[in-house]
């Protein structure tokens, strides 16, 4: 790593347009607007406080222990800062990604202590933080209290990863309701 991280090699380039679909120019974009605009120190990869403030717009809301497992997730080699590819793959699932991929992130986020299941604890907290941040971006709270109810309730003392993304990803409604959806106006953020 080093120095080189924040630098994409034509074989970077190529498998990451084939994985998110953005072209050779906009991955150079987003390569420039890491290096430009949200790796401050120039460490070559986010830190935790860089991304906090890369995504910021889209993850207000969120808990700092909420962040950190997200962080961790995007953080693909473990190494505690996202070097240019994980940011772009950040990016990508927090806007363009289909649903599904979306879910089982959001999965990952919650299942605390990676039983593969949310149990009570860990529903309670997704459901917070998905009604907190659906009523911040606009949603009455009452349409989302019912829409909750009727995906994510407490019927069953646990929640498979298969079932969570299979019962929010009928639709877009959901990643809209949180402020997962593609970007808007051809923007990249
Ligand atoms: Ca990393
Ligand atoms: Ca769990």
Do not use: H
Not at 47 to 69: I, P, V, Y
Not at 162 to 185: E, H, M, Q, W
């Amino acid at each position: 790593m080093g120095a080189g991280s924040s630098t994409l090699s034509s074989s970077d380039v190529k498998s990451l347009a084939n994985k998110t679909k953005y072209t050779k120019e906009e991955i150079a974009r987003l390569q420039n607007d890491f290096k430009t605009s949200f790796d401050k120190d120039n460490s070559g990869g986010l830190n935790f406080d860089e991304f906090k403030q890369a995504f910021r717009t889209r993850l207000d809301g969120w808990s700092d222990a909420e962040l950190t497992s997200l962080f961790n997730c995007f953080d693909a080699d473990k190494n505690g800062k996202l070097d240019v590819r994980e940011f772009i793959g950040a990016l990508y699932l927090l806007t363009a990604a289909p649903i599904k991929e979306k879910l089982e992130c959001l999965f990952d986020v919650f299942d605390n202590d990676k039983s593969g299941f949310l149990d009570i604890d860990e529903l309670v907290a997704a459901r917070n933080l998905f009604s907190i941040t659906a009523i911040r971006l606009g949603s009455g709270p009452e349409i989302v209290e019912s829409y909750l109810e009727s995906t994510l309730n407490f019927s069953n003392t646990r929640m498979s990863k298969a079932d969570f993304v299979s019962t929010l990803s009928g639709n877009d409604k959901f990643v809209r309701l949180i402020g997962l959806y593609p970007s808007l106006c051809g923007l990249l953020y």
